[in-house]
């Protein structure tokens, strides 16, 4: 193989190599620079997407790894630089598609866009949220996730996106674009990642006090500006209620499925009916209810029903009588496994799949699965010749 062949080959095989944030060739992201090889040296040149890029060891190794690959290759010498404001400009204008600070996710769009919504606080429906998440990326689906519950917010936690010291690591930011940490397989965005403890301590803050137009614009920014790529299915963990970002929701995605969270008792059934009615007061449809916190079997065969029974048909019930079918998805008992699990950091649909908890999660997420993408009215990604 002459020289010039050999960088040939050296450049196909140092191209491959995936940015693990943006989950993309780095020779499709204009990453790779020069490449010679000399008396069996491979020289490669590579530039990040910003100083201090988190992933920048990951894709040295990976780079020097897929050089030393290529025959004839005896040992790789790599030079690792950056970017400059214009190719980083260059880069997020082709990652948005051309389209400069578009959402991407509204009408028209082929990604399968849920939103969890419940009608009051404590039924679970966070921990449903990252469950089935989980449960989807499993499937190899692309599945993002964005903490909407912006003064609830807790998924970062369960899904174990907590630095030894507390804090949530913040997403990296390539000019005005923002890349979500992956946990689970999962593209996770939430405020938690953002603030910070007024003595400059990573953990997080804990309290937002925000009143509606900045909740709107926060909901807005994420949905804008977080880049997820492309996408099967983006979940939204909403806040409980029909408060202001349930509206804002409803404006930016008129096109979202709506999968309503309660527990059997009537006090919690009786207002998550709301929360299916308000969703679909904005256009948005009502896919489906999941029951949390249903009666748990016990070793000795007696069933405790902590919290009553009947909530959940009841909600489907209601929410089918005032408009198209709404099945209740599944019963999710009460477990103690989910709920460690949860402030573990890891899914149970993953941890302990035979769990009765996580089998539930697990056929709600093979119904959202299964269920068709409609197509009708949305533009494909292709055009006749």
């Not at 925000?210 to 806040?239: A, I, K, N, S």
Request: aromatic share 2%.
């Amino acid at each position: 193989m002459t020289g010039a062949s050999l960088a040939d080959a050296v450049r196909a095989a140092v191209g491959a190599v995936s940015d693990p944030e943006l989950r993309r060739p780095i020779g499709e992201l204009d990453m790779v620079r020069d490449i010679s090889v000399d008396a069996g040296v491979a020289h490669v040149a590579i530039a990040l997407t910003i100083v201090g890029c988190p992933a920048a060891d990951r894709i040295a190794a990976d780079v020097t790894v897929a050089a030393a690959s290529v025959p004839g290759v005896a040992d790789v010498a790599l030079e690792v630089g950056v970017m400059t404001p214009a190719e980083r400009h260059a880069l997020t204008e082709r990652l948005r598609g051309g389209r400069s600070r578009e959402m991407p996710f509204g009408p028209g769009t082929l990604t399968r866009v849920i939103a969890v919504t419940s009608g009051k606080g404590g039924v679970g429906k966070s921990t449903v949220t990252a469950n089935l998440a989980a449960a989807l990326a499993a499937r190899g689906l692309a599945v993002g996730l964005i903490d909407a519950d912006v003064h609830g917010f807790s998924i970062p936690g369960q899904l174990g996106l907590v630095d030894p010291d507390g804090g949530v690591p913040q997403p990296t930011r390539v000019d005005d674009l923002m890349l979500p940490p992956v946990a689970h397989g999962v593209k996770v965005i939430s405020i938690g990642m953002f603030l910070r403890r007024a003595d400059g301590d990573a953990a997080p803050l804990g309290a937002v006090a925000w009143r509606g137009p900045m909740l709107h614009r926060t909901v807005q920014q994420f949905l804008t500006d977080v880049y997820f790529g492309d996408l099967d299915v983006l979940l939204l963990d909403m806040p409980p209620g029909t408060g202001d970002v349930a509206i804002s929701v409803g404006q930016l995605l008129p096109n979202a499925e709506v999968l309503v969270v309660t527990t059997p008792q009537t006090a919690a059934s009786d207002v998550a009916v709301r929360s299916g009615l308000v969703a679909r007061q904005t256009g948005q449809k009502v896919i489906g209810v999941v029951e949390n916190m249903a009666a748990m079997a016990l070793p000795d065969g007696t069933v405790l029903d902590l919290f009553g029974a009947g909530g959940g048909a009841a909600v489907a019930a209601a929410l089918s009588a005032s408009g198209d079918d709404v099945p209740l998805l599944a019963s999710v008992p009460l477990s103690p496994v989910l709920r460690g699990d949860a402030d573990a950091g890891i899914p149970a649909v993953l941890a302990h799949p035979d769990d009765p908890a996580a089998r539930a999660i697990t056929e709600v997420a093979d119904a959202v699965a299964r269920a068709p993408r409609g197509l009708a009215g949305r533009r494909l990604p292709f055009r006749p010749r």
